[in-house]
Structures are given as C-alpha cells and as structure tokens.
C-alpha cells in the first residue's frame, strides 16, 4: 500500500466518545430495574422522632398510675419535670441520626411528641381533657429544654450514646425509687375581686342567697369552664339551727354544701365547703383537680356588700389551698383560674341582681 493512500476508516473509533462495551447477557435488565422504596424511606420516617418521644412518655405515664399520695401518683415531680425532658430529648435524638437538624427543631418539636403522648393518655383513659389543657405548657416548655440539650450533646459534644440516651427515660423510675421528689407542701393562697352593681344591697343579698335555673351562657366565659369543669345549675339557700346552708348543683352530678356561721344580712357572709363522699361522682372531674382533694381545696369564700349610694360595691374572696411538688407553677395558675371564675360570678351576680331591681 502507497504511504500516501489514507488509512482505512475504523467504524469503531476509541478514547472519550466510544461506546462503551457490551453489557453481560441478562445485565442490562438488572441496570432497568429500580432499587424498591422501603416503607421506612417514605414519609413515614419524618414522624419517628415524635412517635419514639410520644412513647416513651406514654410508657412512662403507665407506670406512673398510681392513686394519689401514692409512689407511683403522675403528680410527682420527678415525674412532672422529668417524663417532658426526656421525650423531648428522645424526640432531637431520633431526629439527629436521620441528619442534622436546626435549633429551631431542636426547640419546637417536642412539641408534636409532648401532643401525641398526651392524646394517648387520652385514648386509654390515663388523663382527663381538664388536666391534659392544664399542664400541657408546662410540658412543652421542659420538652423544649430537653430538645435543645440533646440537640446540643449530638450536634457540638458528639455524644450519640444509645444506650446512654434511652437511659433518661429510667431516670425518673430511680429516683422515685428512692423515695425523691415525694414531697407536697402546701400553699395556702388567695384572690381578692369587686364589682360595682347599680342595685341595692337587699337586692344583691337575695342573688347571693338563691340562684336557680343558671344558664350554662351565663357563667361559662370562666377559663375553668372552657377546659371541661361542669357549669353550676343552681345554688339555693336555707336556715337552721347551725346557720346557712346553700346547696350547690353542678353538671355531671356534682354537689356540695356551703356552710356559714358568720354572716349579717345585706353586708357580708362567709362560706365554707363541704364534701360528701359522692359530692363528685367518678369521671366528672379530673382526680388531680377535684375541689377538697389532696392536690387542691376551697377553703373559703367570702362575699361582702359595701353601699355605694344607691348601688353597691360586691366584693369576693376565695381562699384555696395548692399542694403539689411543683407549686411554683400550680400555685400561679390556680391564682389565673380562680381570679378569672371570680371576675365571672361577679358579673353573674350583677346582671341578675340589676335585672330583678330594674
């Protein structure tokens, strides 16, 4: 062949651009097919964390169940202040081992775990609506501390210590084990409201004594109320030998008596409670608030009627009793409830006294 002749044309050219060679028979059937989704990998995934928190909390709501007073009551403090730390920190650890996650996760998702557990104790009638609402901020607050400790040790410390993690959820059982966080001190408190009524003390008097037929619209603006406390139906009055008696109805089969032995007609009458042992029939309010239980008590209430030219001044005190572990935050809510049924039964009084004088 001629030096000068061009070289044959190769139909299968090398380097960057070629084909690549052929595959093995039956490969390229496997190269089709997709790897298949697990359930894991789905949607589901994202709501582990907030399952694996909501469980342990469960967990350890079923353990603590006990009667109140008793080791095992759910209104102990190691379980109030620990069980909420421990699903949020749960809830951050599961979380972080998918990938990592900001600050702001780290605070509010132990939120939605804090909410499921409380919805399960809920479905298996461990918790009532009343005190589910009551301590839910609480919860979420802890469950935040929680969250942002865990976030903190995984994220900047390295420490992702399984065994270590899931041991915060047998921290509480220890403790109380070992007889801490028992305690219940009491709180005696008190609240203090008045409202002017444009009708005369007499008239004011008779509301006082006697109020029948109470439409649940008339009273039911009280936060206690809205959170499932069982409206009052009617309180009437009657005297004998020992002084007033006023017996109380409420919904769902509540009653109770007022009793006074100090009191002047038109100017003032103090009450006291009393309880019979089916004043509060089973399931009409939650244990860990029902009126003279261990938690809390209505130890007095006290209505004065001061003249105020032709109207008069209807002034309420209620003293009541808190005795829990953790009354830095029972003791202020009670005073929030308590101030806000009292501004209520005030205007109660009010507009049925102005209605009968006018």
């Given amino acids: 062949m001629n030096e000068h002749d061009p070289q044959p044309h190769d139909p299968k050219p090398h380097g960057p651009l070629s084909e690549p060679p052929p595959l093995p028979p039956g490969a390229h059937q496997h190269a089709a097919k997709a790897p298949a989704k697990r359930w894991f990998d789905g949607p589901l995934i994202a709501l582990t964390p907030f399952l694996g928190g909501a469980l342990i909390g469960l967990v350890l709501r079923l353990v603590f169940n006990g009667d109140p007073g008793s080791a095992w009551a759910p209104m102990l403090t190691v379980f109030i202040l620990l069980a909420p730390i421990a699903i949020g920190a749960i809830t951050v650890y599961l979380a972080e081992r998918q990938q990592a996650r900001r600050l702001r996760y780290h605070f509010f998702a132990p939120w939605l775990s804090v909410t499921l557990c409380m919805a399960g104790t809920m479905l298996f009638v461990l918790e009532g609506a009343i005190c589910v609402v009551l301590i839910?901020?609480?919860?979420?607050?802890?469950?935040?501390?929680?969250?942002?400790?865990?976030?903190?040790?995984?994220?900047?410390a390295g420490w992702s210590k399984t065994p270590t993690v899931y041991s915060l959820a047998i921290l509480p059982l220890l403790l109380?084990?070992?007889?801490?966080?028992?305690?219940?001190?009491?709180?005696?408190?008190?609240?203090?409201?008045?409202?002017?009524?444009?009708?005369?003390?007499?008239?004011?008097?008779?509301?006082?004594?006697?109020?029948?037929?109470?439409?649940?619209?008339?009273?039911?603006?009280?936060?206690?109320?809205?959170?499932?406390?069982?409206?009052?139906?009617?309180?009437?009055?009657?005297?004998?030998?020992?002084?007033?008696?006023?017996?109380?109805?409420?919904?769902?089969?509540?009653?109770?008596?007022?009793?006074?032995?100090?009191?002047?007609?038109?100017?003032?009458?103090?009450?006291?409670?009393?309880?019979a042992p089916d004043s509060v029939?089973?399931?009409?309010?939650?244990?860990?608030?029902?009126?003279?239980?261990?938690?809390?008590?209505?130890?007095?209430?006290?209505?004065?009627?001061?003249?105020?030219?032709?109207?008069?001044?209807?002034?309420?005190?209620?003293?009541?009793?808190?005795?829990?572990?953790?009354?830095?935050?029972?003791?202020?809510?009670?005073r929030w409830l308590i101030g806000d049924f009292s501004d209520t039964i005030l205007q109660f009084y009010r507009h049925r006294a102005e209605a009968a004088a006018g």
């Fill in 136 to 156: 839910w901020p609480l919860f979420a607050v802890l469950g935040s501390i929680g969250g942002m400790l865990m976030g903190a040790l995984c994220r900047w």
């Fill in 176 to 275: 109380t084990s070992l007889g801490i966080g028992h305690d219940e001190p009491q709180r005696l408190e008190r609240t203090e409201r008045s409202v002017l009524i444009h009708a005369a003390p007499d008239a004011v008097w008779r509301q006082l004594l006697d109020a029948d037929h109470i439409r649940a619209e008339e009273v039911d603006r009280a936060w206690m109320y809205r959170i499932g406390v069982p409206t009052p139906l009617a309180g009437l009055t009657h005297e004998d030998a020992a002084g007033l008696t006023r017996e109380v109805r409420m919904g769902k089969g509540i009653h109770f008596r007022q009793r006074s032995a100090d009191w002047q007609p038109g100017r003032y009458v103090q009450w006291q409670y009393q309880f």
């Fill in 281 to 334: 029939p089973p399931g009409a309010l939650d244990d860990h608030v029902e009126i003279g239980g261990r938690y809390f008590d209505l130890t007095g209430t006290r209505y004065t009627l001061t003249p105020r030219g032709a109207d008069t001044e209807l002034s309420i005190r209620m003293d009541y009793r808190v005795s829990t572990g953790f009354n830095w935050y029972a003791a202020p809510l009670a």
